[in-house]
């Protein structure tokens, strides 16, 4: 995992997110969805904030050698990072990370996401699509957060809600309006697998929605991105340790794509 020192070549604005379009052939070349990269967010010649951000990749063409970044000025090292302009030249440590594993029988993939890790969706959405795999994203978020449905392949099924991350048991529960008319309940019975992007505090309530919509799921078919903090991305610091029912597994190196089965929280 190398350190790279890509230009951004092009920066876009989306409501309170910046889209940084990054020459980074190396890097364009070795990412998966799911993975994400470690960004200094500091200028040269000063060390504060001194930790990296952890962002997950929003997508890569390995044709062009660009990769994008999502990013959302939560914070003050992501606001410094999000309003770098075009011709500046970042510092980022990666690919860090397994991405999702995509199954050679699914047909039907549900994507599920809110908070810092949905942007791994977008990448994982344009891969399926190009597998001739029928998409459905549903995202969660404050109003200007989520992602401009023209990031995603045209026959990706688009399906927000503004009600903040909350708002994803709405989705995933059919409580709020279905992206699919021609089903009823819950759009993970209509899935042949699930993949998901959440913050810790989304993993028990989107469980439980998962379960409400499909009573038994084998092992593989509910994948998630997690997001939070990784110090080093070594797995030196053990900044990242999160509780698994096989223990206390570290997010940057055994993940951060987990089975949704395997958290616990």
Request: with cysteine.
């Given at each position: ?114 908070g810092q890790a949905l942007p791994a969706l977008i990448f994982l959405a344009s891969v399926a699509v190009a597998r001739q795999i029928a998409v459905v ?100 610091c053990q900044g990242c340790l999160i509780e698994t029912r096989a223990g206390l597994r570290l997010r940057c190196k055994d993940g951060p794509i987990f ?7």
């Open positions: 995992m190398p350190y790279h020192e890509p230009v951004i070549i092009e920066r876009r604005e989306f409501g309170t997110l910046a889209l940084l379009t990054l020459h980074a052939p190396e890097l364009a070349r070795a990412a998966k969805p799911g993975q994400l990269a470690l960004a200094r967010c500091a200028p040269a010649a000063s060390a504060d904030p001194l930790l990296r951000r952890s962002l997950f990749f929003a997508g890569a063409d390995a044709t062009t050698g660009t990769l994008q970044l999502l990013v959302a000025p939560e914070e003050r090292g992501l606001a410094w990072l999000a309003a770098q302009p075009a011709g500046a030249r970042l510092d980022l440590y990666g690919p860090v990370g397994a991405g999702f594993t995509l199954d050679g029988r699914t047909r039907n993939l549900l994507l599920v996401g809110a994203l549903l995202a969660a978020g404050a109003p200007g957060t989520l992602p401009p449905p023209f990031l995603l392949p045209p026959d990706v099924e688009y399906e927000t809600s503004d009600e903040g991350e909350a708002g994803l048991s709405g989705l995933l529960g059919g409580t709020a309006r279905s992206p699919l008319p021609a089903l009823s309940g819950s759009p993970v019975a209509w899935a042949d697998q699930l993949c998901l992007a959440l913050n810790e505090p989304l993993v028990a309530p989107v469980s439980a929605a998962v379960s409400a919509g499909k009573l038994r799921w084998e092992r593989g078919f509910a994948q998630a991105a997690l997001a939070g903090p990784m110090p080093c991305g070594l797995g030196t089975d949704l089965r395997d958290l616990r929280f």
